[in-house]
């Protein structure tokens, strides 16, 4: 059973930093390239960041493009998402899930962890 576990969420000010943490069980994602998403309150869940399974790639909305990394460590069968320069609009659940196929179709997903960033 593949199971994507989340952490390091919390309460931050503006501007102020946060790590996202996603261990990975029941699947070695040497050969998985992996994302994490958000959803907002009342909004549609959207792409934040991707790493391809090499971990050679990456890539960014353009909401989060230079504030925001990806990076990936295969040995832990974990990926992270290193959160600079927080904004209150980045107020939202994260996820983090894998891709099997690497055909951009995120196969399995963590339950989601709450990033809420003040004002």
């Known amino acids: 059973q593949v199971q994507l576990l989340e952490s390091g969420g919390g309460l931050v000010q503006a501007g102020g930093s946060l790590s996202l943490s996603c261990a990975v069980s029941g699947r070695s994602l040497s050969t998985d390239d992996m994302g994490w998403f958000r959803q907002a309150p009342g909004k549609e869940r959207e792409f934040v960041a991707g790493?391809?399974?090499?971990?050679?790639?990456?890539f960014y909305s353009d909401r989060v493009k230079g504030r925001f990394t990806i990076s990936k460590n295969n040995a832990k069968n974990a990926v992270y998402l290193q959160m600079n320069s927080l904004k209150p609009e980045d107020t939202a659940a994260y996820y983090c899930?894998?891709?099997?196929?690497?055909?951009?179709?995120?196969?399995?997903w963590g339950q989601g962890i709450q990033v809420t960033v003040s004002s």
């Open positions: 899930a894998t891709s099997l196929m690497g055909n951009g179709k995120y196969d399995y």
């Open positions: 790493i391809t399974w090499t971990g050679g790639i990456t």
